[in-house]
């Protein structure tokens, strides 16, 4: 998964990506994005690992981007954000609600108002497109009547200033998926708080941010285990930055982990919840899911509690179950398939 950080300028995007990428970001003036490929922390992938002792245990991953700003171009108010933010399957808007001489901090206002630049991105988009496909319709090109149906409601949509992540359809639809649409993705809301602040702010809207203290948690990422730990506790912490926001990012983004376990590799994997069987084994290799005969499947919990995979069947715990079934988080699946 790809998260983008975006927001105001100053909000501290890129002292929040140092923390969470635990080295120092390149600031203002760069032309490349800031790039982090980062472990999903998950210990019950260390408990399979102490129990199967594999040769290679491998975590899922999560990457966040912290992009240049665009170049100023005045006169294409849809460029004013990075390009990038449309590649990316959700978004981290990090709000400043810090002093730290740049002026009282507004939360609110910031977060509306950048609110407000994603949806001017995603009008913009959206009326050029429909504007192309009158312009291909004058000239007797054939038009796809559907893709129209779906722009105009989500023009309609964003002519109320409404996000379209609140329509049933337009975020997941293939015809729309190309056209990079912000308010349709995921989005993390993050306040950015003075060092002394643990309070969440309110920003009128939408759910409470997740709270971080970017300037101390970039700290905190440079210092050794131990220390950090100290550091976290004395800071009244028991999570870091890091571990809250993807705990966040799978929840915003329906995601679930799923393990894979056995001498050679102990694994863990993402899908979208309501995933079946046959897809979530195409996570895993599309030979896996184009050969999907059937699955076994234990849950983490009952492999704990049980200490082996012969103990689990012993117990009748071990499920044979087809390409329909519906994996959940923390489910262990053995594929068999046949290509
Ligand atoms: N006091 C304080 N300053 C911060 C914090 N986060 C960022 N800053 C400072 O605010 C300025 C802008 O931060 P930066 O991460 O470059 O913002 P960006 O433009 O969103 O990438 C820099 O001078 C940072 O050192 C914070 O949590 N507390
Ligand atoms: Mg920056």
């Known amino acids: 998964m790809r998260l ?12 929040l990506f140092a923390a969470l990428a635990g080295r120092r970001a390149a600031a203002g003036g760069r032309a490349e994005s800031n790039l982090a490929l980062l472990n999903v922390p998950d210990p019950r992938v260390e ?7 594999p040769k290679k245990t491998t975590f899922a991953q999560i990457s966040f981007v912290d992009p240049p700003p665009p170049p100023a171009k005045p006169e294409d108010p849809a460029a004013k954000l990075p390009p990038e933010l449309g590649q990316c399957e959700g978004l981290l808007q990090v709000v400043r609600n810090f002093d730290g001489g740049l002026g009282a901090p507004d939360p609110s206002g910031e977060y509306q108002a950048f609110v407000d630049e994603l949806l001017l991105h995603d009008l913009i988009t959206v009326e050029r497109r429909l504007e192309r496909i009158a312009g291909e319709r004058r000239r007797g090109r054939e038009v796809d009547n559907e893709e129209i149906a779906l722009l105009e409601r989500a023009q309609e949509l964003l002519n109320d200033e409404r996000l379209l992540s609140q329509d049933h359809e337009i975020p997941d639809h293939p015809k729309l998926r190309g056209f990079g649409l912000l308010t349709a993705k995921p989005r993390i809301v993050v306040a950015n708080n003075a060092e002394d602040d643990p309070e969440p ?16 948690e970039a700290e905190l990422a440079e210092l050794e285990p131990g220390e950090a730990a100290e550091f976290m506790a004395d800071l009244g912490l028991n999570e870091s930055a890091l571990d809250r926001l993807i705990a966040a990012a799978y929840s915003a983004c329906r995601l679930i982990s799923f393990f894979t376990v056995g001498e050679d590799e102990v694994r863990a994997w993402t899908i979208t919840q309501g995933t079946d069987a046959q897809h979530a084994a195409g996570a895993i290799h599309s030979d896996l899911e184009r050969g999907f005969i059937r699955a076994e499947v234990m849950t983490y919990d009952d492999l704990m509690d049980q200490g082996s995979e012969a103990a689990i069947k012993k117990a009748g715990l071990m499920k044979v179950v087809g390409k329909d079934f519906i994996v959940s988080d923390g489910e262990i699946m053995h594929v068999r398939f046949n290509v």
Not at 4 to 15: E, I, N, V
């Open 201 to 216: 702010p309110d920003l009128g809207a939408g759910a409470p941010p997740v709270v971080v203290r970017a300037a101390i």
């Open 47 to 53: 408990a399979l690992s102490g129990l199967f002792n």
């Open 4 to 15: 983008a950080l975006c927001g105001m300028p100053s909000a501290g995007k890129s002292t």
